[in-house]
């Protein structure tokens, strides 16, 4: 399938929308993310219309709500419009609760169209695989980044999961996301058991260190 010139335009609006935003705890440009969830629902797949929305998918929900729906509607027709409603948890400022929105979000998953929840899932693909990528390198501070915490963010990754294979979205999209995210699920158990066994390490280590000493000096007097 070749591109045409409605995804150069796409382009670059969604480089106009986001020019000011960076990606969550870094320097990163915004606009890093929307291309690579447009590669990852092109990998996928995806059509000239949803590789388009892909690259609009934040543009509603971050920059200006229905005015910028309506124009992603003229410009780019109601297919691609619809997509990023459909991917977006909220229009409203401020937004509600960040656990009713996501409630909402996961509810609307199951019965999307195939176009939302390719797109979608291509989203929480990217954003599963900088959220394991950072907790490598910065560990449980990266929840600080969060509304809804360690113990959110772990439950919505986990349940997006179980509502894109409940709804038939791409296995291999769905088995990509499921993959990163129990990865993230394993790094956070071990960082939860991590403290306790340093502590043992520590108090094991002295008792035998004073072990030694003791019988040491013994041995010398």
């Known amino acids: 399938m070749a591109l045409t010139a409605q995804f150069e335009k796409a382009l670059t609006l969604a480089t106009r929308l ?4 960076t990606r969550k705890g870094s ?3 915004y606009i890093a993310h929307l291309l690579g969830v447009a590669s990852i629902a092109l990998d996928h797949g995806a059509n000239e219309d949803e590789a388009i ?11 200006g709500g229905e005015k910028t729906l309506n124009h992603i509607r003229r410009r780019f027709g109601s297919t691609v419009a619809n997509i990023v409603w459909g991917c977006s948890d909220t229009d409203e400022i401020p937004k509600p ?3 009713k929105r996501k409630e909402a979000y996961i509810a609307h998953i199951y019965s999307a169209s195939p176009s939302i929840q390719l797109v979608s899932a291509s989203d929480k693909l990217h954003n599963a ?17 969060f509304t809804g915490g360690k113990d959110g963010t772990l ?14 979205t791409s296995p291999q999209l769905v088995a990509d996301l499921d993959l990163v995210v129990s990865d993230i699920e ?9 403290f306790p066994f340093r502590m043992i ?21």
Do not use: N
């Open 186 to 194: 394993r790094l956070a158990s071990k960082r939860v058991m991590h």
């Open 155 to 168: 439950w919505y990754y986990r349940a997006l999961v179980e509502a894109f294979r409940t709804s038939g």
């Open 18 to 21: 986001h020019a000011t935003q």
């Open 97 to 99: 609760p960040w656990r």
């Open 129 to 145: 695989r900088a959220i394991l990528s950072d907790y490598r390198w910065v560990g449980d501070q990266l929840w600080d980044r």
């Open 53 to 63: 929305a892909a690259l609009l998918h934040d543009a509603v929900e971050d920059q």
């Open 27 to 29: 320097d990163i440009p």
């Open 201 to 221: 390490y520590v108090f094991a280590a002295g008792w035998i260190v004073g072990e030694l000493r003791d019988r040491l000096s013994r041995l010398f007097r």
